[in-house]
């Protein structure tokens, strides 16, 4: 094929009927596209930096390949992709540069799918947008800007939203000079800065903003790592997350973490909680929280750790310090904010219905250690139905599991309650309200049990309510000067 040529292709596309025994083949009856079909659109992670709907292959077909969903569930998939990185989300904080074009991409995607899917026999007024990590926080904001009135009826967000502290960039002015420097574009004048950049090489700019994972090991946390994201811009994000949920008001909602979301974080972190005869100290602790809550200083180290070690008891387990750590970080950068999230749904929607869920089966990365459950991103492919796909690789159990994700997730994009619709469910999903909290527990083994109330809400009302009211560094140095 020629350079810049594409094809499309169509897989399967039978050029008769099946034939009977030893019978002349006869022309296949033709096709009535599908009506009306609930629309699930899916937008990728990959921390804002890397990734594509295509991504991932594993034994065969992409991570993303919506064909087992769309089959069990029968709705329409749509993987869509959008800028990530530099391109997507370099900004100088005001008009000039303005950022989010990841996310502005996105909104022209699923745009394109309304105007457009009711060709491809899907219902143009319920379509669902779900995404995991960056994805859900693409998602999260999708749904909060002002753009997306009437686009789509429903969310789904999977470990990250809006309000997670990874999503958002409060000081892009500061990384846009750094990724400068890296391409040789710094000058003393801003906008001669921004006119060398705009005639860099893509491919360079692009790689001026991957991770340095070096830098760690010098400062802080994989969290200071997550530099391009998505900044309030006035615009497609008027305001703080927070206080656009009057914005989400008309979309079900359902959002839940993966149990230890931050496990693969904290293991960059604080490294010996995944060795054998690694010791985790109380002072690796202490630091991993100093690091998380740099602009609180010291007081906030001391509180978190009373409330996390207030269960450990005189002489803790080394396997508890270690659980300990792999929480903290799942706490601070998913679970919290999504349980946020959740409440203030439920607290200015009219009418729509707020869902939540913790998936907590059991790793299947080797190696971990034995109290290692739902690793970070974990849940795709049972979404995506891989253990259907791929059977050799997994076991009966995961097929179980796997059905009744799909089951739940396309009964949501169906009719907005996953307990109703098209396909049978193990347990009912309780609604999520102002003034009630139930999560649903997902894994294998789905029983009435599988039902339980106000999630980690010690861990939640520590970190929403006593950590946000300390005040912060700056504050305090500002009034001394």
Not at 300 to 317: K, M, N, Q, R, T
């Amino acid at each position: 094929m020629g350079l810049f040529r594409s094809v499309d292709v169509f897989k399967g596309v039978p050029f008769a009927d099946v034939p009977g025994k030893w019978e002349k083949p006869k022309p296949h009856p033709g096709w009535s596209v599908s009506k009306n079909l609930p629309v699930m659109v899916y937008l990728f992670g990959g921390a804002f930096l890397l990734g594509a709907s295509n991504d991932v292959a594993i034994l065969g077909d992409s991570l993303y390949d919506g064909k087992e969903m769309a089959d069990r569930g029968d709705v329409i998939v749509v993987t869509v992709n959008y800028r990530v990185g530099t391109l997507g989300f370099l900004s100088t904080g005001d008009a000039r540069l303005p950022g989010n074009y990841g996310l502005w991409d996105q909104h022209a995607a699923i745009s394109w799918v309304r105007r457009n899917i009711a060709a491809f026999g899907g219902n143009p007024d319920n379509i669902t947008i779900f995404g995991q990590s960056a994805g859900a926080v693409s998602a999260s904001f999708q749904m909060l800007s002002p753009y997306s009135k009437g686009l789509f009826r429903r969310v789904i967000t999977q470990c990250g939203v809006a309000l997670s502290p990874w999503a958002l960039q409060r000081k892009p002015m500061a990384l846009t000079k750094k990724i400068a420097r890296n391409v040789g574009c710094a000058r003393s004048n801003e906008d001669d800065m921004l006119e060398c950049l705009k005639i860099s090489d893509p491919v360079g700019l692009t790689l001026a903003g991957k991770i340095d994972v070096l830098l760690i090991l010098g400062k802080g946390t994989v969290m200071d790592l997550l530099e391009l994201a998505p900044v309030i811009d006035g615009d497609f994000i008027p305001d703080e997350p927070s206080q656009l949920f009057h914005n989400a008001a008309q979309f079900d909602y359902m959002a839940g973490v993966n149990s230890m979301d931050g496990h693969i974080f904290a293991g960059v972190d604080v490294p010996s909680i995944n060795k054998k005869n690694g010791n985790t100290t109380i002072a690796n602790v202490r630091g991993l929280l100093a690091g998380l809550t740099k602009e609180k200083g010291n007081a906030a180290v001391d509180s978190a750790f009373s409330v996390y070690s207030s269960h450990w008891g005189s002489v803790p387990e080394p396997a508890v310090v270690k659980k300990t750590v792999a929480n903290i970080e799942t706490d601070f950068l998913f679970l919290v904010p999504t349980q946020i999230a959740l409440q203030l749904h439920a607290s200015s929607s009219s009418g729509a219905r707020t869902f939540s869920y913790l998936f907590n089966m059991k790793t299947r990365i080797p190696g971990f250690p034995q109290w290692v459950e739902a690793e970070h991103a974990e849940d795709l492919q049972y979404l995506f139905g891989k253990p259907f796909a791929t059977p050799l690789v997994y076991f009966p159990r995961h097929r179980d599991l796997s059905k009744y994700m799909i089951a739940y997730w396309t009964n949501f994009a169906r009719t907005g309650d996953p307990s109703n619709g098209d396909s049978r469910v193990p347990v009912p999903w309780p609604l999520f309200t102002k003034h009630h909290h139930p999560y649903l527990i997902i894994n294998h083994k789905m029983t009435k049990s599988s039902v339980s109330y106000d999630l980690r809400s010690d861990y939640v009302t520590y970190w929403a309510e006593t950590y946000s009211i300390l005040p912060s560094f700056r504050r305090e140095e500002m009034m001394e000067e």
